[in-house]
């Protein structure tokens, strides 16, 4: 029998409507389009409004539709993997309200934390139940709504987060396709230059901490670069090396959009054309966990069976990590 592999059979993804551009964030804290452009590369990014709206909401708009795609109903989810930093609440896990929401009745499901390398931990993880052969069909969700921890009188966090979630399905191949490798990396050490500082058990809420706005991202911007633009490219490189995988040989690849800056370098490492890099950050900012499957989906025409592909991320924890995936369809 041929080894089983975990592959994507199906991609969607979800932005909500309103779109906050750099003209509108000039009017709100002291910044400019052209250091918001020539600094990150982003223009615009969504913002999801509406009272009572969470992730678990976009993430029903791209699992829907993914479910319509592929042809199947929600009843036969045997897994989800919701992966996020915004849950809907500190528990129970966005996933559980997920499969509640589209009615995935006989599945079972958490949430990753992993901030913006959350979906390649959750695509990793959820690739052993299928490799094992414990499950056929997982759902892999990863979004956030950043606008929900971002303060909007910061003017080094509020012009790079946005808002999106995208999803994919795993199920089992037998043709060489699917997942063949990761590698992922974690540092604790680094939690200092991008974390949330109240909120969990070290910090509770408290009419202080909100005052305080300890609620809200704090990033050191410059020292996360430094780590993001070395760990990400080296990470990538890594993946290429053990898997003997030249330049040419790789097809697409899929980077999480941080800074654009960070993207380049990254391609640069591996020696690949801008041709072959797939980039939105233009218009969707950094949407966390959801950048990588939302490239996914936008891309998805383009991609063909057997397409060598490399996922790259780096995100506060330190996490960061690369996947490799053959294309499945
Ligand atoms: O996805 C998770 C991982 N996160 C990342 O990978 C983010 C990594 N970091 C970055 O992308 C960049 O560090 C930022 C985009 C956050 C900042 O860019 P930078 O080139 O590192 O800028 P900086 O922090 O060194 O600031 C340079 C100058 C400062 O002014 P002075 O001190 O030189 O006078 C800032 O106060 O730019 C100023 N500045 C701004 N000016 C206009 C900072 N933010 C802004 C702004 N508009 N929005």
């Known amino acids: 029998m041929n080894k089983i592999h975990a592959a994507i059979t199906a991609v969607n993804g979800y932005v909500p409507d309103y779109i906050l551009t750099n003209q509108e964030l000039e009017s709100i804290v002291d910044t400019t389009d052209e250091w918001i452009t020539s600094r990150t590369g ?54 559980n309200v997920l499969a509640d929401k589209i009615g995935a009745i006989n599945a079972w499901g958490y949430d990753i934390s992993a901030a913006c390398s959350g979906f390649i931990f959750g695509l990793s993880t959820a690739a052993q139940f299928i490799e094992s052969g414990k499950h056929k069909k997982i759902l892999v969700v990863g979004g956030d709504k950043m606008s929900s921890i971002i303060n909007y009188e910061d003017r080094t966090t509020c012009i790079i987060f946005g808002d999106g979630c995208g999803a994919v399905l795993l199920e089992p191949n037998e043709e060489g396709n699917g997942i063949i490798d990761s590698v992922l990396k974690s540092d604790g050490a680094g939690r200092q230059y991008l974390h949330q500082k109240a909120g969990g058990s070290v910090k509770p809420a408290t009419h202080e901490t909100v005052d305080n706005k300890e609620h809200f991202v704090h990033q050191e911007g410059q020292a996360v670069f430094k780590f993001a633009v070395t760990n990400m490219a080296n990470v990538a490189a890594e993946i290429m090396e053990r898997n003997d995988l030249s330049s040419d040989d790789v097809t697409w690849l899929v980077p999480h959009q941080a800074n654009k800056r960070i993207i380049d370098a990254t391609a640069s490492r591996m020696g690949l054309g801008a041709e072959k890099v797939m980039i939105n950050i233009q218009r969707y900012g950094n949407t966390t966990n959801g950048t990588i499957p939302l490239c996914l989906w936008e891309w998805e025409s383009q991609l063909k069976k057997g397409d060598n592909i490399i996922l790259a991320a780096f995100g506060g924890g330190f996490t960061w990590g690369s996947v490799y995936i053959k294309w499945a369809y």
């Open 42 to 95: 982003i223009k615009e990014r969504r913002i999801l409004k509406g009272e009572g709206l969470g992730t678990s909401d976009m993430a029903v708009h791209a699992v829907n539709g993914l479910l319509k795609k592929r042809g199947i109903t929600a009843e036969e989810i045997e897994l989800i993997i919701f992966c996020t930093t915004t849950p809907d609440m500190p528990f129970p896990a966005t996933a």
